[in-house]
């Protein structure tokens, strides 16, 4: 089974919410990953885990708040959002070991976020 | 520098016509991981592809098919027969073994093929 899982599939919120977007995976992978897109442009990456531990933040605002409650499960937090981050948020997993970069990452369908 | 450059934005074809993305990769490492994913308007990225550095192998799959040339820092994927299906956004992708997972994108080809 290669299925990630988010929901979400389409968010529409204000400024001033607080919303949450989930990813689960079952695959057994120990690296998961939320990427930012926007339209016509490639994913971005915003942080990683590995084995639950925030391992890279890629210079993200504090507005974005990751946690990863176990190895299966990975939030994003929104809060005091701006129109700019309007985009496809995609959620991924991957194997972690040794040379983990190594791995083919696999995908979710994604939160398309509106931000008004 | 880490780079990946897929210099066609978008290419149309019509159907069962053959059609080759470009991937032209730059990497001053040695063990080197390359990928390539499809993204259909639904927007899940689908993996299709990973090659290791070490592996010049030419692959192919069904349909679908990779020329690796390291002499030319390339990674080109052609489409045989292509169908209405094929249509959406390919991405190449670069990284490398202790990077921790993180992918260096190409800017996407969008492929459109029309009936």
């Known amino acids: 089974d290669t299925e990630v899982t988010q929901t979400p599939k389409h968010l529409v919120m204000g400024m001033t919410n607080k919303k949450s977007l989930k990813c689960e995976q079952h695959?057994?992978?120990?690296?998961m990953y939320w990427y930012k897109q926007k339209a016509k442009k490639p994913p971005e990456l915003m942080f990683v885990?590995?084995?639950?531990?925030?391992?890279i933040n890629e210079s993200v605002p504090s507005r974005f708040s990751p946690e990863c409650p176990n190895s299966s499960l990975l939030n994003l937090h929104l809060h005091a959002l701006q129109p700019e981050d309007s985009a496809l948020y995609l959620c991924?997993?991957?194997?972690?070991?040794?040379?983990?970069?190594?791995?083919?990452?696999?995908f979710g369908p994604g939160t398309r976020l509106t931000v008004t | 520098a880490q780079k990946v450059t897929q210099a066609q934005t978008e290419i149309s074809v019509v159907e069962k016509e053959d059609v080759t993305l470009d991937c032209v990769y730059e990497?001053?490492?040695?063990?080197?991981?390359l990928f390539w994913y499809k993204q259909p308007p639904s927007g899940e990225l689908v993996f299709l592809i990973r090659?290791?550095?070490?592996?010049?192998q030419n692959e192919i799959s069904g349909r679908y098919s990779w020329n690796f040339q390291k002499s030319t820092s390339s990674f080109n994927f052609t489409i045989t027969a292509s169908q209405v299906v094929d249509s959406a956004v390919y991405f190449c992708?670069?990284?490398?073994?202790?990077?921790?997972?993180?992918?260096?994108f190409g800017q996407g080809t969008e492929l459109s093929v029309k009936p």
């Open positions: 991924a997993s991957s194997q972690e070991r040794v040379n983990w970069g190594s791995y083919e990452q696999y």
């Open positions: 695959m057994g992978h120990r690296a």
């Open positions: 885990y590995s084995y639950e531990k925030l391992s």
């Open positions: 990497t001053r490492d040695t063990t080197y991981y």
């Open positions: 090659r290791n550095s070490f592996d010049e």
């Open positions: 992708a670069l990284t490398h073994y202790n990077q921790g997972g993180k992918l260096i």
